[in-house]
T-cell receptor
């Protein structure tokens, strides 16, 4: 079983749509959670950290459910520029700060 | 206020040659991480270094791969006797550890390694 699992997609949505991505993680020692986005053949860029209380940044809302080991990302009013691969990322409690990446969910926003 | 700097952006090597990838962390960051992304796959952790120390190399292949982060200069990921399977994007990230493990890592542009 993968440590971080995501639906690979693709999610094809029209501009203005609301889209939600889900992610599950298997290691209960996971302590920090992030969403990164990666454009084709580019570096991952931090989108937002994820907290149990939920957090929002403009059109983006992230949620963490530690009991279910589940992370979500909601994008409202999708823009063409949102088209990218969204990576669910966790950090395992321990001596190092290595990140464990999901394989990503591909979003394609259509005009 | 430069971000994480990696070079070269693209590197082509023939089988059996050596590849050296360089990474300079963001200003003020003393912790460097290397990740590898094989074609059509997710990023995989390779190694975590602080200045002059390897902290975690659990993701490094046992042979041909090595990494260092000297007191002066960039971090180097070295691949000896490259094979076709080493073709991938290699990303470096850095973070300010003194703020704790919850701080996100910031990535460089990556080095695309192609083996002929």
């Amino acid at each position: 079983r993968k440590e971080v699992e995501q639906d690979p997609g693709p999610f094809n949505v029209p501009e203005g749509a609301t889209v939600a991505f889900n992610c599950t993680y298997s290691n209960s020692a996971s302590q920090s959670f992030f969403w990164y986005r990666q454009d084709c053949r580019k570096e991952p860029k931090l989108l937002m950290s994820v907290y149990s209380s939920g957090n929002e940044d403009g059109r983006f809302t992230a949620q963490l459910n530690r009991a279910s080991q589940y992370i979500s990302l909601l994008i409202r009013d999708s823009k063409l520029s949102d088209s990218a691969t969204y990576l669910c990322v966790v950090n395992i409690r321990g001596a190092t700060n290595k990140l464990i990446f999901g394989t990503g969910t591909l979003l394609a926003v259509q005009p | 206020n430069a971000g994480v700097m990696q070079n070269p952006r693209h590197l082509v090597r023939r089988r059996g040659q050596e590849a050296r990838l360089r990474c300079s962390p963001m200003k003020g960051h003393s912790h460097v991480y290397w990740y590898r992304q094989l074609p059509e796959e997710g990023l995989k952790f390779m190694v975590y270094l602080q200045k002059e120390n390897i902290i975690d190399e659990s993701g490094m292949p046992k042979e041909r791969f090595s990494a260092e982060f000297p007191k002066e200069g960039p971090s180097i990921l070295r691949i000896q006797q490259v094979v076709r399977g080493d073709s991938a994007a290699y990303f470096c990230a850095s973070s300010p550890w003194d703020r704790g493990p919850s701080q996100p890592q910031h990535f460089g542009d990556g080095t695309r390694l192609s083996i002929l």
